[in-house]
């Protein structure tokens, strides 16, 4: 069964940056997937903020982070990445990376059968 691992997180500074990696188990390929990355807030529900399709590698954003974050794939190293710049304290989650075989991207938690255990991210001066 797939396996997902979140890396990258941390304690930034506000105006500051991260880069989130979520690899994928040996013998899967990512780009087999739909990938999304999950964030989920202290006493919030889980929100979908990007996605990446497979096949097309069409891209989805929520407004709340569109134009500071960016979702890519390096098939080579079988690696997807959630590059965020700019960061705010409303920022301040865990981040669950999440995968399936359909070809759209769902802001359904429950499209996604696979998942990461999430990386604390915190934005705090």
């Known amino acids: 069964q797939l396996q997902l691992v979140e890396s990258g997180g941390g304690l930034v500074q506000p105006g500051g940056s991260l880069r989130l990696s979520c690899a994928a188990s040996?013998?899967?390929?990512?780009?087999?997937?739909?990938i999304a990355w999950f964030r989920q807030a202290p006493g919030k529900e889980r929100e979908r903020i990007s996605c990446?399709?497979?096949?097309?590698?069409?891209?989805k954003y929520a407004d709340s982070v569109k134009g500071r974050f960016t979702i890519s794939r390096d098939n080579a190293k079988n690696t997807v990445y959630l590059q965020m710049n700019s960061l705010k304290p409303e920022d301040t989650a865990v981040y669950y990376c999440?995968?399936?075989?359909?070809?759209?991207?769902?802001?359904?938690?429950?499209?996604?059968?696979?998942w990461g255990q999430g990386t604390q991210v915190t934005i705090s001066s």
């Open positions: 999440a995968a399936d075989l359909h070809y759209y991207c769902s802001v359904y938690a429950g499209s996604f059968n696979y």
């Open positions: 040996s013998g899967f390929t990512l780009d087999y997937y739909t």
């Open positions: 990446i399709t497979r096949s097309l590698g069409s891209t």
